[in-house]
C-alpha cells in the first residue's frame, strides 16, 4: 500500500506556495515523508505538517494580486472612447436616460439643499452650545397636558440676573410687529415712511454678546443707553440710500404691543442710529432689522409696559436667552429655574420653567420662534426618504432602459470577449458608460436645480441659493450622487451584459428571451403607477378642498371689502366719526372700524370670562373682537335675537354668536341677552345686547369658536371699508388721499379682505403645488420605464408580429396587442393605488372641520389620467412594431 | 543591488551543493547535510537558503523529470555558478589564512 502525505497539510501548502516554488517543495516533502514512512507512520505525518509550517514564510507565499497587471491607462481610455461613441450614436436613449437620471438627481438635490438650510439655523454663533432660551412650562390642571411657551414675564431677565450670576449673559428679546418708522432729516423734518412687519427687536447688548452678528459701524455698547437703535446694512440702504451715512441719524418709532386680550400703543419715540450690522445670515431665526435698545419707549414703562413687576405679566415674543457657562448641566440649572420660580412667583402661578438649547429651537414647532419658521424633524426624515426613493426610481428606469437595450449590444460583446475581453473588462467598459450617463445626468440636474430653485424659494417661502456651489457639502453630495447612482443603476446591466455566451451573441442566437427580468420590469412599471396615480388622486382632492374653501359661504359678506389699517389717537370717536364722514362722501357703501375682520387665522384674540356673576371664569375660552356699531351692517352680519351695539367709544355692551349660547348650555339664543360678561379680570363688565347667527369666525380648518364683540376705540386697528360696485380704482385713490392726510406719519397699505381670507390657505396652496410637482416627476419617470419597457416588448416580440401581419393582422390589431398589455398593467397599479390614496387623503381631510366628501370621479380622473398618458407614451414604439415591414423581420433568421 | 554575503548555514548548503554537483536538490542537500554535521536540519531552512542563495546569483537550477516517488512533482536540482565558486573560494582562502595565523604553540596536548 502506497503511502499518502496527509491531505490537509498538502491542501494548506498548495493554497499559499508559490506556483514556481510548489514543485520542488512538494516533491522533497512527499519524498521525505514516504522515506519516513516506512519507520514511523505517525511521525511522519507530525514532521510533515511542521515542515509544512516552517515553509510559511514571506519568500514562498503567493502574492496578493492574483492577476496579472495590464495596461490599464490606455484601457480605459479606451473605454471612454468607445463609451462616448455608443452615446453619441444611441442619442434618443442616451438623452432618455440622462433625463430621466436628471430629473431624480434635481429634486434629491433641492431637497439636500433645503434639509442643508434648514438644519443649518443659527449654528454659526462661536457660544451655540451654551446658548439657550428659557421657555415657560404651563400645566393644565384638567387636561394633564403640559406646553412650553417662548414668552416669559416680564421680570424674567431681570430676575435670572440677580438670582444666577453664574451666568454669563442674560438678554431680554422683544420682537415687535407691525411698526410704523419715519426717517426724520437734520432739521427734525420728517423725510419719509417705512412699515415694518417682522424685523424690530428690542434688546440688551448681552444679545450680541452671545450671538455672533458683526457690526459694520458704532458700538453694541450704544443699546445700554435708551432710544438708541442698530440698522442692519439692508434696512439703513432702504432708509438713507447708503449705511455709512446712517450713523447718528434719526429715526422715529411707533409701534404696537399686545398684551391678554388687548393691543397697546406707545407714542412715536425718536431713535437715533448708533451702529450698523452686517447683513444677517439667511439661516437664523433671528431676521434682524432693526434692534432697539431694551428700556425704549414700552419696554421700560413700569406702569402699563414691560416692565411692570407681576410675574403674571408677559407678551408674545416677550423671550429670555442665557448664556450658560462651560460645564454646568442643563437638569441641573432647570431644577434651579424652578426652585426660583416657586420662590418669586404668587401662589397661584403654577407656571415653571426649562431652558432650551439654541440648536433646538429651529424645530420646536409648538413653541415657534422669532421667524415663525420651523422644521420637524419628522418631515426633514420624510424628505429624506422622498429624496431616496425618487433616486431609486430614476435609478430603476435607468436599468430597465439599459438591460432592453442591451440585445442590441449582443454582437460588440461577442466581439470583445472572442478578442480575449474577461468579465470583469467588460462590466467595467460598462460601468464607465453609466458613469458618463450619470455625470451628464448631475451636470443636467444643476442647472434644473439653478433654474428651478428661485421657484423653489418662492413657493416655500425659503432663501435657499446654489450660490453655496463653494459650499463644500453640496460638491460632496454632488460627486457622492455620481459615484452612488454609478454603482446603483450601472452594476445590474453591466453584470447582464458580460454574462452572455460570445458564440449564442455572435450568432445572432440571443434574443431578449435571454435577458431575464421581464416580469421584474412589469412590477417595476406597476409600482411606479401606483405611486403616479396616487399622486394624481391626491393632487386632485387638495385642489377640491381648496375650491371649496374659497366658494363655501362664511356666514358674512367677504366682497369688494377692503381693509386699511387705522391708528387710533387719544380723542376716543373723533377720528373715526371723521373718518366714517370723508369716506361716505366718497360714495362708499359702509364703513366699519374693529380690531380685526368677523374671520381670523392666527390673529385671533382669545380671552378667559365670567358670565352672569359667576365666582369663577367659564370653563372655555372666547374670541374677542371690538368692533363699532357698523360691523353688522357692513359685514352684513345676521341677529338672531336681541340687537345691535349702539354707538360707543368705551364698551358698554356685548353682542356674542349662537355658538358662545351653545357653549355655556342655554337653550335659546333670547335666553342670553342682558346677562352680563365679565372680562379682562372684571375690567370690563357689561350686560349681551343681542345674539348673532353663526358665521366662521376661524379658518375652516378649525370649528365655530364662541365670541365676543364689544365696541372700544382704542383697540381698533383696522377700517374695513365696503366698496361701491362702480368706480373702484377711483374710490381707492379717494380712500388713499383721505389716509395720507389723516396718518401723515405712516405708509398707507390696503388689503382686500377674499385676498386675505385666501392667505389663510397658503399651507394648503403650497402642499397642493408640491404634489403637482411631485405627480409631475412621477408620471415623468413613470412613462420612462414604461418607454423603456415597451420598447423592450418591441424587441422581443418583433418575429410574432411579422407573423402575425404575415397571416393578415391589421396595424390596429397590432396596436391593440401593444396597448392591452399596458393597460393591463395599469389597472392592476389603479387597483392598488386607489385605496391607498383614499386612506391617505381621507386621513389629510380629517384635519379639517370643513371638508369635501372624496367622489368616486376623483379616482377615475386619475385612472383615466394615466392611462391616457400611458397609451400616448407606448404610442411610438406600437405603431412603429405595427407599421414595420414584417419582410425585414422575418427575413434575418 | 549584488549582496555578496553569505550566512554561514549558506555556506554549508552551497558547499554541499558544490560537493554533490549535479546531484544537488532540496532533500540530497538535507540529507546529507544530517549525515555529515549529525545534526537534525529541517527541510524548509534548505530551501530557505536555496532560494537566498539563487537570488544571490550563486547556484542556478534546473528542473529534473517527472517521477512517481515524489506526487508526481518534479526535483530541482542545483548547480553553483562561477560566481558562488568564487565566493567559496574567497571564504575558504580568509578563513585558511586566519587559521594560519594560529601560533603554532601546543594546546595543552
Not at chain 1, 235 to 241: S, V, W
Amino acid at each position: 500500500m502506497k503511502a499518502t502525505p496527509p491531505a490537509r497539510s498538502l491542501q494548506f501548502l498548495r493554497w499559499f506556495c508559490r506556483e514556481d516554488y510548489l514543485d520542488e517543495i512538494e516533491g522533497d516533502l512527499v519524498e521525505i515523508f514516504l522515506r519516513r514512512h516506512e519507520q514511523s507512520p505517525a511521525k511522519a505525518r507530525r514532521q510533515f505538517l511542521w515542515s509544512v509550517l516552517k515553509h510559511f514564510r514571506p519568500e514562498f507565499i503567493k502574492s496578493i494580486r492574483l492577476k496579472p497587471r495590464y495596461n490599464s491607462t490606455a484601457m480605459i481610455r479606451n473605454n471612454f472612447k468607445t463609451s462616448f461613441r455608443k452615446l453619441a450614436r444611441n442619442r434618443n436613449y442616451a438623452f432618455m436616460n440622462i433625463a430621466g437620471l436628471a430629473a431624480g438627481i434635481a429634486v434629491c438635490l433641492i431637497i439636500f439643499i433645503i434639509i442643508h438650510f434648514q438644519t443649518s439655523f443659527d449654528n454659526f454663533h462661536a457660544n451655540k452650545d451654551r446658548i439657550y432660551r428659557v421657555l415657560t412650562e404651563s400645566h393644565h390642571a384638567e387636561s394633564g397636558s403640559v406646553t412650553y411657551a417662548k414668552n416669559v414675564p416680564f421680570p424674567m431677565p431681570g430676575g435670572l440676573k440677580a438670582a444666577f450670576p453664574q451666568l454669563e449673559q442674560v438678554a431680554p428679546v422683544y420682537a415687535s410687529h407691525n411698526d410704523a418708522l419715519q426717517v426724520i432729516d437734520d432739521n427734525g423734518a420728517q423725510v419719509k415712511n417705512f412699515k415694518e412687519q417682522n424685523g424690530v427687536f428690542y434688546t440688551s447688548p448681552s444679545f450680541f454678546k452671545m450671538f455672533n452678528f458683526p457690526l459694520l459701524a458704532g458700538s453694541y455698547e450704544s443699546l445700554n443707553d435708551l432710544n438708541n437703535v442698530l440698522l442692519t446694512k439692508e434696512t439703513a440702504e432702504t432708509y438713507f440710500g447708503d449705511w455709512k451715512s446712517a450713523m447718528g441719524k434719526t429715526i422715529k418709532i411707533a409701534g404696537y404691543y399686545s398684551m391678554g386680550a388687548g393691543l397697546f400703543q406707545f407714542p412715536a419715540t425718536a431713535l437715533k442710529v448708533s451702529g450698523i450690522l452686517a447683513t444677517i445670515p439667511a439661516n437664523t431665526d433671528f431676521q434682524l432689522k432693526l434692534v432697539v435698545s431694551y428700556g425704549t419707549d414700552f419696554t421700560g414703562d413700569k406702569e402699563y409696559g414691560f416692565q411692570q413687576p407681576g410675574w403674571n405679566m408677559s407678551a408674545p415674543d416677550f423671550g429670555c436667552y442665557v448664556l450658560l457657562p462651560p460645564g454646568i448641566s442643563v437638569d441641573n440649572f432647570n431644577q434651579q429655574l424652578s426652585a426660583y420660580a416657586r420662590k418669586v412667583q404668587p401662589a397661584d402661578n403654577k407656571d415653571s420653567y426649562r431652558i432650551q438649547p439654541i440648536s433646538a429651537v429651529h424645530y420646536d414647532a409648538a413653541a415657534g420662534n422669532y421667524s415663525n419658521k420651523t422644521i420637524s424633524h419628522a418631515l426633514i426624515n420624510v424628505l429624506w426618504l422622498i429624496a431616496a426613493f425618487i433616486l431609486l426610481i430614476a435609478c430603476v428606469n435607468f436599468i430597465n432602459l439599459s438591460t432592453a437595450q442591451a440585445v442590441n449590444r449582443a454582437k460588440e460583446v461577442g466581439v470583445r470577449k472572442v478578442l480575449g475581453s474577461n468579465k470583469s473588462q467588460l462590466q467595467i467598459q460598462f460601468i464607465i458608460e453609466t458613469l458618463l450617463i450619470v455625470t451628464g445626468a448631475v451636470i443636467l440636474a444643476a442647472g434644473i436645480t439653478i433654474l428651478a430653485l428661485p421657484s423653489v424659494n418662492k413657493l416655500l417661502e425659503l432663501s435657499v441659493s446654489f450660490s453655496t456651489l463653494s459650499d463644500p457639502s453640496i460638491i460632496l453630495f454632488l460627486l457622492t450622487a455620481i459615484v452612488v447612482v454609478t454603482v446603483i443603476a450601472g452594476f445590474y446591466p453591466s453584470v447582464v451584459l458580460a454574462r452572455f455566451n460570445p458564440v449564442n451573441a455572435l450568432k445572432s442566437k440571443l434574443t431578449a428571451n435571454t435577458v431575464k427580468g421581464i416580469s421584474l420590469r412589469r412590477g417595476l412599471v406597476v409600482f411606479q403607477f401606483i405611486i403616479a396615480q396616487a399622486l394624481i388622486i391626491g393632487t386632485l382632492v387638495i385642489v377640491q378642498q381648496m375650491n371649496y374653501f374659497m366658494d363655501r359661504p362664511l356666514g358674512f359678506d367677504k366682497e369688494a371689502i377692503v381693509n386699511v389699517p387705522y391708528r387710533p389717537d387719544s380723542t376716543g370717536g373723533t377720528l373715526t366719526d371723521y373718518l366714517k364722514q370723508q369716506l361716505l362722501s366718497k360714495g362708499v357703501q359702509a364703513v366699519s372700524f374693529s380690531s380685526n375682520n368677523p374671520l381670523e387665522d392666527d390673529n385671533n384674540m382669545f380671552t378667559t370670562f365670567r358670565f352672569d356673576h359667576a365666582i369663577k371664569d367659564a370653563d372655555f375660552q372666547a374670541i374677542t373682537k371690538f368692533a363699532d356699531n357698523d360691523y353688522v351692517p357692513t359685514y352684513k352680519l345676521q341677529l338672531v335675537a336681541g340687537r345691535n351695539l349702539r354707538p360707543s367709544g368705551p364698551t358698554t355692551e356685548f353682542l356674542v354668536n349662537e355658538s358662545f349660547v351653545k357653549s355655556l348650555g342655554l337653550k335659546k339664543p333670547e335666553d342670553i341677552l342682558n346677562k352680563e360678561v365679565s372680562i379682562m379680570g372684571g375690567l370690563i363688565k357689561c350686560p349681551v345686547v343681542g345674539v348673532l347667527k353663526d358665521f366662521n369666525d376661524r379658518s375652516l380648518r378649525q370649528d365655530l369658536a364662541p365670541l365676543l364683540i364689544a365696541t372700544n376705540a382704542t383697540m381698533y386697528r383696522q377700517a374695513s371699508i365696503k366698496l361701491p360696485t362702480a368706480n373702484i380704482v377711483s374710490t381707492m385713490q379717494a380712500v388713499k388721499k383721505i389716509w395720507e392726510k389723516a396718518f401723515p406719519n405712516n405708509v398707507y397699505e390696503y388689503r382686500f379682505l377674499d385676498d386675505k381670507i385666501g392667505s389663510f390657505y397658503k399651507q394648503e396652496n403650497q402642499l397642493s403645488q408640491l404634489y403637482k410637482i411631485f405627480a409631475a416627476i412621477a408620471i415623468f419617470l413613470s412613462c420612462l420605464g414604461l418607454y423603456g419597457l415597451a420598447s423592450f416588448m418591441a424587441v422581443q416580440r418583433i418575429k410574432e408580429v411579422g407573423i402575425r401581419k404575415v397571416l393578415g393582422a391589421s396595424s390596429a390589431n397590432i396596436v391593440y396587442l401593444f396597448s392591452k398589455e399596458f393597460i393591463i398593467l395599469i389597472a392592476i397599479a389603479f387597483v392598488i393605488a386607489t385605496p391607498i390614496a383614499w386612506y391617505y387623503m381621507h386621513q389629510w381631510l380629517q384635519d379639517y372641520a370643513y371638508r369635501i366628501t372624496i367622489s368616486w370621479w376623483v379616482f377615475a380622473a386619475g385612472g383615466l389620467t394615466s392611462i391616457i398618458i400611458a397609451l400616448a407614451t407606448i404610442s411610438f414604439h406600437a405603431i412603429k412594431a405595427a407599421i414595420a415591414n414584417p419582410v425585414k423581420s422575418l427575413r434575418t433568421e | 543591488m549584488i549582496n555578496h554575503s553569505i550566512g554561514e548555514f549558506e555556506e554549508l548548503v552551497l558547499l554541499m551543493v558544490a560537493a554533490l554537483h549535479d546531484e544537488a536538490y532540496g532533500v540530497s542537500i538535507q540529507e546529507n547535510l544530517v549525515e555529515k554535521l549529525s545534526k537534525n536540519i529541517n527541510i524548509s531552512a534548505v530551501h530557505v537558503a536555496l532560494k537566498r542563495m539563487e537570488d544571490k546569483g550563486f547556484i542556478k537550477s534546473r528542473f529534473g523529470g517527472i517521477t512517481e516517488d515524489r506526487g508526481g512533482r518534479r526535483k530541482k536540482y542545483y548547480v553553483i555558478t562561477a560566481l558562488g565558486k568564487r565566493i567559496l573560494d574567497s571564504q575558504y582562502e580568509v578563513r585558511t589564512k586566519l587559521y594560519n595565523m594560529i601560533p603554532k604553540i601546543s594546546f595543552g596536548r
